[in-house]
C-alpha cells in the first residue's frame, strides 16, 4: 500500500521559513518524479515545484528563489524548504508521487496535506 505523509506544517510569520518532509513508503521512491503542490481557500490547487528521479529541479515563479526542493532517496524522503514565506503562501501543501507504468501512464499518489499559515 501507497502511502505519503507530509509534516512541518504551522503557523509562522511573515518573513520566516518552514522545511516540509514527505514519507514515502510502499513504493520504488528513487526512481519516481516527486511534487509539491499548494491549494489555498477558494482558489485550484496548484504546482509549487516538481524533482525529478535525477535530481532536477523545477519551481513555480511564485517561489523562485524563495523555496528549495530536495529529496534523499536513502530516507525515501522529500523536503521543501520555504524561505521568506509570504501570507500569499498560505495554504495546504500537498506531497505528489508519480509512479510510472509505463505504456500504462502513470499512477499519482496524493499525501494528506499539511497546512502552511503565514500572518502578516
Known amino acids: 500500500q501507497v502511502q505519503l505523509v507530509e509534516s512541518g506544517g504551522g503557523l509562522v510569520q511573515a518573513g520566516g521559513s518552514l522545511r516540509l518532509s514527505c514519507v514515502s513508503s510502499?513504493?520504488?521512491?528513487?526512481?519516481?518524479?516527486m511534487n509539491w503542490y499548494r491549494q489555498a481557500p477558494g482558489k485550484q490547487r496548484e504546482l509549487v515545484a516538481s524533482?525529478?528521479?535525477?535530481?532536477?529541479?523545477n519551481y513555480a515563479d511564485f517561489v523562485k528563489d524563495r523555496f528549495t526542493i530536495s529529496r534523499d532517496n536513502a530516507k525515501d524522503t522529500m523536503y521543501l524548504q520555504m524561505n521568506s514565506l509570504q501570507a500569499e503562501d498560505t495554504a495546504v501543501y500537498y506531497c505528489n508521487e508519480k509512479e510510472f507504468q509505463g505504456r500504462w501512464g502513470t499512477l499519482d499518489y496524493w499525501g494528506q496535506g499539511t497546512q502552511v499559515t503565514v500572518s502578516s
Open positions: 510502499g513504493t520504488i521512491f528513487s526512481r519516481n518524479d
Open positions: 524533482i525529478t528521479s535525477a535530481g532536477r529541479a
